[in-house]
């Protein structure tokens, strides 16, 4: 029987329980840096990977069983979304994601179909209950999604970008299409993520990744509200976690809204994202990817030095974003050895 002491220190943290130490997962744990996983990357493309249970269920226990983190993340994509409305979403080797066919125009918004996601992404679903079944009770499980905002950006601009120029200017010249659009994307996404927790994932985190391209005040018109609309429906159901890359000016907001937790990035200090947050949320983050390349004596002194400016309290210790694809396994082990090892 699980009693209240016997709640997994991510989910307490979440809670804004107290905690013995500090919990740690990293962004991106699930792909990239482990040799497993490059092994069956060579094996397996991409969607095969993410569409077959067995292959996810593998790769999400992975970073698990060899750096002993306390949260697992389910393999996946944010991009299964616009491929469940009926977009050709391709994984390209060394390029990232690419659409061939973009949305332009009102008839592509009016064609995408935002039902039957239960059938669609039946197999997240399937891997959701696999994975669940072989984790042990301790280690929560983190469903995702992209933010409405971020699945624009690729579904208009169609590849990966810097400034998503392309998005941007959909969104400026046609507002009205660029709302339908988002609220297609948010409804989708809604439904998405209600499914996945009935599957079994215990936390849910919002990806938006390219917030940061977003002035503050297009970003509380074009992703601020959609985020919103994704907490309010589903966080009387599980802990939520929003994460908006390079939008420091929108955590005072989103640390009102009855989400449990707030992503931030390592541009942001602990004190300026402790103040802007009113200490009214728990806070993830938030060390520079890069920062795992340092010599370990340095590296062991950033992770002390990020553990001490958060505090013990409201905290989960992650990177500021995903984890890069050549970080060396040992500086991911000594990073999380010293979180765990802290007092
Ligand atoms: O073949 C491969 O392995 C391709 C690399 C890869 C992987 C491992 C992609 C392509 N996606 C993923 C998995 C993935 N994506 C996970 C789960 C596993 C993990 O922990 O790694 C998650 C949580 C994501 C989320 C994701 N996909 C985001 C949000 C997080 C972030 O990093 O900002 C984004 C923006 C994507 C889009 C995407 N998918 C893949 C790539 C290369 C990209 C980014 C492209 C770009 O820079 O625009």
Redesign the pocket.
């Known amino acids: 029987m699980n009693t209240i002491s016997e709640t997994p220190l991510f989910l307490r943290a979440l809670n804004g329980e107290k905690v013995d130490r500090t919990p740690v997962w990293?962004?991106?744990?699930?792909?990239?840096y482990l040799p497993d996983?490059i092994t069956l990357?060579n094996k397996y493309?991409?969607f095969t990977?993410?569409q077959t249970p067995e292959l996810v269920t593998e790769?999400?226990l992975m970073?698990i069983k060899q750096i002993g983190l306390d949260a697992a993340?389910?393999?996946?994509?944010?991009?299964v979304i616009p491929q469940a409305m009926g977009v050709n979403v391709e994984?390209k080797?060394n390029f990232?994601?690419y659409i061939e066919f973009p949305i332009k125009n009102e008839s592509d918004i009016h064609k995408l179909n935002i039902s039957n996601v239960e059938e669609k992404l039946n197999y997240v679903f399937e891997a959701v209950k696999m994975t669940k079944k072989e984790l042990q009770y301790n280690i929560p499980l983190i469903g995702?999604a992209?933010s409405p905002w971020?699945i624009l950006c690729?579904m208009v601009q169609g590849?990966?970008?810097k400034t998503f120029d392309i998005a941007k200017s959909f969104c400026f010249k046609n507002p009205e299409l660029a709302h339908k659009l988002l609220n297609k994307i948010t409804s989708i996404t809604i439904d998405y993520l209600k499914m996945k927790i009935n599957a079994g994932v215990d936390a849910v985190?919002i990806?938006d990744?390219?917030g940061g391209v977003l002035s503050h005040t297009d970003y509380n018109v074009f992703s601020y509200p959609y985020i919103k609309q994704i907490n309010d429906a589903l966080k009387i159901l599980r802990p939520i976690i929003i994460?908006p890359?390079g939008c420091w000016h929108a955590i005072n907001s989103f640390s009102k809204i009855g989400a449990s937790g707030l992503g931030i990035d390592w541009t942001c200090s602990a004190r300026n994202a402790r103040y802007l947050s009113g200490n009214n949320i728990t806070l993830q983050g938030n060390m520079d990817p890069s920062r795992l390349f340092s010599p370990k004596n340095e590296l062991i002194k950033l992770t002390k030095e990020m553990l001490n400016e958060f505090g013990k309290e409201k905290y989960i210790a992650n990177l500021g974003?995903?984890?890069l694809p050549n970080t060396p396994v040992d500086n991911v082990k000594v990073f999380v050895d010293t979180i765990k090892n802290f007092s």
Request: aromatic share 18%; charged share 15%; proline share 5%.
């Open positions: 990293i962004m991106r744990q699930a792909g990239r996983f990357k493309d991409f990977r993410c790769i999400t970073p993340i389910i393999f996946s994509d944010i991009l994984m080797n990232g994601p995702f992209g971020t690729y590849s990966g970008s985190q990806f990744s390219w994460y890359k974003h995903g984890i």
